[in-house]
């Protein structure tokens, strides 16, 4: 059977991407830091996944396994030595972290004259996490490892979209998921063939799929949950509700939509029709995702590269002037949670350097750019 190695077994990590790797035929050993997760899949060896719509169905993930990645770093080491696939979902911030693992069970499998042509693949929201991961698993190999490497294993970026919420079941491992999904690969940078895996296609440029998704469903989560939080509101269907709050996020699409359809010549109908659909996607009543989670790590998603600052500001540089995505990043500002340390770190900066530096740090915008400018004029606007 094909082996393939999965970083985190989180909400798509188990939800999203396990389930497309298992049944492709491939036994999957996910590897989390959280013991009793990983535990629990080599206790049960399978897992449940629900599809939240009217119809309630549901299907068992079976061919799984977990490696706890503190303490069994030798286990590990050879899981990877045997992989023709390595995938990870664990959040841009880890994959810092597990880079040094994958380094090492890669250096491991060259010593045992085990190294054999694999994938990485990256499967974050973020824009060329898999390029940043090998990056990082990079700097852990000396030079002779390192070209062996290279010139064996692909690194492929990818988009994966698919919402899953915070789990709240007796059970450890079912995970309830949305019906939509789409996972996007780069094929010039896949080593080896094509493999013909249901619900992942494989495309020249991953460019557009990997913004397009970004800046419609990423972006019109941040706003969801930014101005959602701020009238009151739990969920993200809840706050749909709210017509006001559906008009802000329409507004917000379609400034984003300006900026994808013309960067890269989208067919506006068809980018109006995939626009329509993720709003569809963010009513569902089966579904309920906290805006807790949609709104999670501030500090990240008011970052240069992404959802929110990088469409206002290009826009910005066409001369534009982006009013809903200000009023979004304005809202983000007010984000408050004490269970998230981004947050924290967010409002301690703003506290003692004031709205203006903490966001232009954040967004590494000098003090005096428009869209710094226009944001802080809207901050002082936006409820607390
Ligand atoms: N949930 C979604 O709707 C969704 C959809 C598409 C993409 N994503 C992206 O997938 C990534 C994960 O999101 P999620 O919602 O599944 O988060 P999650 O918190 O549910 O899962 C992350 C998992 O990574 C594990 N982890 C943390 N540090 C680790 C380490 N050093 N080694 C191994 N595992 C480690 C955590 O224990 C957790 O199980 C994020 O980049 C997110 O943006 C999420
Ligand atoms: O995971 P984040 O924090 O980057 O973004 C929160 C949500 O927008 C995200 O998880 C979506 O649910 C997901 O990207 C849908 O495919």
Redesign the pocket.
Known sequence: MKQAVH???????RG?IGAILSKAGYQVTF????KA?IDELNEKGSYTVQIASAEQASFVVENVSGIH?SSEHERLNETIAKASLITA????N?LT??AK?IAAGLAYAEEQSMLKELNVVA????IQATDFLRGEIEGHLNDTIKERVLSKVGFPNSA??????IQHHDDLLTVQVEPFFEWVVEEPSWKGSIPNMEGVQFVEDLSPFIERKLLTVNTGHAAIAYIGLQEGYVTVDRAMENAAIKEKVEQVLSETSEFLVGKYELDPEQHKAYVNKIISRFENPYLSDELSRVGRSPLRKLSAKERLVYPARALMEQGREPNALIDTIAAALHFKNEEDQEAIALQAAIEEHGVKKAFADAADLPEDDVLVVAVVRKYAAAVR
């Open positions: 970083f985190g077994a989180g909400n798509i990590g999203f590897v989390d830091v959280n997760v990645s979902s664990v959040g841009p880890i972290h597990i693992d499967c974050e929201n973020m994966v979209d698919r919402i899953v919420p």
